[in-house]
């Protein structure tokens, strides 16, 4: 634990002496067991080992598809990139001693919160899966895995782990991104005190190694799962699962993926927001002191909280949504390719991968084009840091155009519908060109160089609740723009599909729901370098702190303060996208759900009807689930919050000397106090949104039995997904926007702006920025892992319904 270096001697502290050291929360870093046990191994045998593990894959991948041995040498090609990325960042210096310090102290705090955290999730998981185990044990069997020989046992198992991996898979996408962001963070701040395009440079490649690991390691597990159990069960084989089958075995590794993401979302924004409400509440309302003060206690916690809420929850958020979508895709291709009667589906299956692949190839690009330069100084109109991101992403909209075509050409050709490639190939591109507009819709409601920011801060020149009103206002505003975007999306999607000319036996156009597949995979095509740019905010914003802490020069500050308001619209733009994604995934998991449910009762499933009562009140208790979990979420915080203010006004009072730099705050109480409290706060929203699909359902499948009717529990679910995906889109949005708005509002006036720091507008912009902190950092990213969740767990808890 954090503790004064020395006592106080003649009155005068060695906090006086030596302002600038900062000791760090645990004597040792904490290292996971797995790597302590590879450190231990002789690096010849460790090498003859991985060359073992990956001749295995390659061998697997072989006797599935070239396709999947393609995947696989992208995917390592593009981890060997992430490496070179990673000692690139790393070969930069950390500053002087006092910086590094202050790293250490995030670090520790970050890895101790994290092993605690992930400690927690891990034995729910396995809970869970003992629950998923007995479910499938008793459950009945679908015709193709009885024609296949697969028992109940082996079903059981295959979900199980696929649940697992899934789990494990997800938690290591949100290690990575700490792990990287804890040491990054340093070697910007030093970066930044030589020039601001070095410091921004480093940032991004720093973000760029966590993204590609994620997306890399999304494609990855699926490819791996989806050729293991080609080979074990023989598919294709006599008296076998046919191939188009075989994605539904799938579902498990998406309910895992999104379950860890859940819970690492929730505890990890309530962490970093309670922590930075308490530190802004306490240091710059009431005692009027500069943001990331070394004087503030809770200083600590708030830089911490950046790493395990921004930077962890994002890469197992965007982990989960990337699984999920691949998944969905590979079910709704196989059933298109088996209605059709198209002689090898491998393509339409397989081709979700394929183009995962590309989004490494065409980001990696992205993230190089973003180059550094000799020229130190700061960074003025001339060279504006959002300018630059830009360009590295139009680089990898521009190439992820061309290797979509590619894909299409290579994969979805048929000589059933010659043409067909075309119109999925204009799928992908209503996709891209989605997702550039949700990018521009974000940035323009919360950018400070827009207008609804500049009339949000404007607001705050008559008061706190004049602030109040209209960010809430441009929240509300800021749902219509992307709605009509992801509506003209799938319909489009969905006519050019159907247009493509592929017919069912009956002569019936059935492409019409993967267009929309494809349309999702088009707007997902440049997932690497969009979670670049979001892991750049945190990274950004805790270089800042770092430099306050260290007391370091005014310009140096001014170059972080101006990548910290520009990581807070990136951050901005990649909830857009995130919940974009989320939208058009979950049509996707609701059609491969109707999809499931008709294989296990034999009779087709294609229509829900809201008529009949208690459907309706399915969809009545979805959009209910939306509004309680955001609440809990958003209480979650402010109870936290208020033990971090009262914290932080203890040690004000109880050390008067703090504020004259004469007593050390005792930052690792404050670390400990939200560490806690935040693990305590996430299982109650969490298990609400795991257990209520789950005990609805079945209540309604029982309703059913008794009334004569068997697929009520079914339906009742099914417009509970529809309602919540609604709902949750809307709400999503709604505080994702108003959250970011309120935040660079602040910033803005921080530029100088409307009386600048300190003056009356600054304290009424603080207010907005604390109430939009829940918003945007725990409710809203929350919401868009649960808007997935609750599609995936449908998918895996089918039986219980029917």
């Keep these: 634990m954090m503790m004064m270096d020395d006592e106080m001697e003649n009155g005068r502290s060695v906090y006086q002496d030596k302002p600038r050291t900062f000791p760090a929360v645990r004597s040792k870093s904490y290292s996971p067991l797995i790597f302590r046990i590879l450190r231990q191994i002789n690096p010849r045998v460790l090498a003859i080992f991985l060359l073992a593990v990956f001749g295995g894959v390659f061998y697997v991948g072989a006797r599935t598809s070239p396709i999947v041995v393609f ?28 910086m590094s310090q202050i790293s250490d102290a995030i670090r520790d705090g970050a890895e101790g919160f994290f092993r605690t955290q992930y400690g927690t999730i891990s034995k729910m998981a396995f809970l869970l899966a003992l629950v998923i185990l007995s479910i499938y044990l008793f459950r009945t069997s679908t015709p193709q895995q009885e024609a296949a020989g697969i028992g109940r046992l082996s079903s059981a198992f295959i979900t199980v782990a696929a649940f697992l991996l899934g789990a494990l898979c997800s938690g290591i996408a949100g290690y990575v991104g700490m792990w990287v962001s804890v040491r990054a963070n340093v070697r910007v701040s030093s970066a930044a005190r030589r020039s601001a395009r070095e410091a921004l440079q480093v940032a991004v490649r720093a973000g760029g190694f966590s993204a590609i690991v994620v997306v890399g390691m999304a494609v990855f597990g699926v490819a791996i799962l989806y050729a293991t159990f080609y080979y074990w069960l023989e598919v294709d084989s006599p008296g076998s699962m046919r191939v188009t089958d075989l994605p539904l075995l799938l579902v498990g590794y998406g309910f895992g993926a999104s379950f860890v993401a859940l819970f690492a979302q929730l505890g990890g924004g309530i962490y970093t927001k309670a922590a930075d409400v308490g530190a802004d509440l306490v240091g710059k309302v009431e005692q009027g002191i500069p943001e990331d003060d070394p004087r503030n206690p809770a200083v600590i916690a708030d ?100 290797t979509f075509g590619v894909s299409t050409r290579w994969l979805l050709y048929t000589e059933q519908a010659p043409s067909a490639w075309l119109n999925f190939a204009l799928c992908g591109l209503v996709g891209i060109i989605t997702a550039y507009a949700f990018v521009w819709i974000s940035k323009y409601y919360t950018d400070y160089k827009h207008e609804p920011v500049k009339t949000l801060a404007l607001a705050s020149s008559t008061g706190h609740g004049t602030n109040i009103i209209a960010g809430v206002a441009l929240g509300l505003e800021s749902t219509a723009l992307p709605v009509l975007v992801i509506s003209v999306a799938i319909v489009s999607a969905f006519w050019l599909g159907h247009t493509s000319g592929l017919m069912d036996e009956s002569g019936n156009p059935t492409g019409g729901l993967f267009g929309t597949a494809v349309a999702t995979m088009g707007m997902l095509s440049t997932a690497a370098y969009v979670l670049t740019m979001d892991m750049f905010g945190p990274i950004a914003d805790n270089a800042g702190g770092i430099v306050e802490m260290g007391q370091q020069p005014e310009s140096v500050r001014e170059i972080t303060d101006v990548l910290d308001a520009v990581g807070n619209t990136t951050k901005a733009t990649t909830k857009g996208f995130a919940i974009g994604s989320a939208a058009l995934a979950s049509f996707l998991l609701f059609s491969a759900y109707m999809d499931e449910v008709s294989s296990f009762v034999r009779v087709p499933f294609e229509q829900v009807d809201i008529a009949v009562p208690e459907v309706f009140v399915g969809g009545l208790l979805g959009s209910m689930l939306i509004f309680v979990f955001s609440a809990w979420a958003c209480s979650a915080v402010g109870k936290t919050a208020q033990e971090v203010v009262n ?90 926007t108003a959250g970011g708005a309120w935040d660079n509002a602040k910033k803005y006036i921080e530029t100088g702006a409307l009386g600048g720091k300190g003056s009356d507008c600054h304290k009424a912009a603080i207010t907005g920025d604390t109430v939009g902190d829940p918003f945007k950092d725990t409710a809203g990213p929350s919401l868009h892992v649960l808007i997935k969740m609750l599609a995936t767990i449908t998918l895996v808890m089918a039986p219980v319904f029917l």
């Design 71 to 98: 995947v696989f040498m992208i995917c390592i090609i593009s981890f060997c990139f992430a490496v070179y990325l990673t000692k690139w960042v790393l070969a930069k210096d950390e500053g002087p001693p006092e």
């Design 647 to 736: 914290e932080v006004r203890r040690q004000f009072i109880e050390r008067p000397g703090i504020m004259e730099y004469k007593e050390k705050p005792d930052y690792s109480r404050c670390v400990a106090i939200v560490a806690s409290a935040s693990l305590r706060e996430m299982i109650k929203p969490g298990a609400l949104a795991i257990i209520s699909p789950i005990i609805i359902g079945f209540i309604f499948r029982i309703l059913g039995n008794i009334t004569n009717q068997p697929l009520l529990g079914a339906k009742v679910v099914a417009s509970m997904l529809m309602f919540a995906t609604v709902s949750g889109i809307l709400m999503a949005l709604f505080l994702n």
């Design 303 to 402: 830089l911490v909280g950046d790493n395990v809420g921004d930077c962890a929850a994002r890469g197992a958020d965007l982990f989960e949504s990337i699984a999920a979508e691949i998944i969905s895709a590979m079910i709704l291709g196989g059933t298109m390719a088996q209605k059709c009667k198209i002689d090898d589906p491998s393509g339409f299956i397989l081709f979700p991968l394929v183009v995962h692949s590309f989004d490494l190839v065409v980001s990696s690009a992205g993230i190089l084009s973003i180059r550094g330069t000799r020229d130190p100084g700061t960074l003025g109109a001339i060279e504006d840091p959002m300018t630059i991101l830009q360009k590295g992403y139009s680089v990898a909209i521009v190439l992820a155009v061309l």
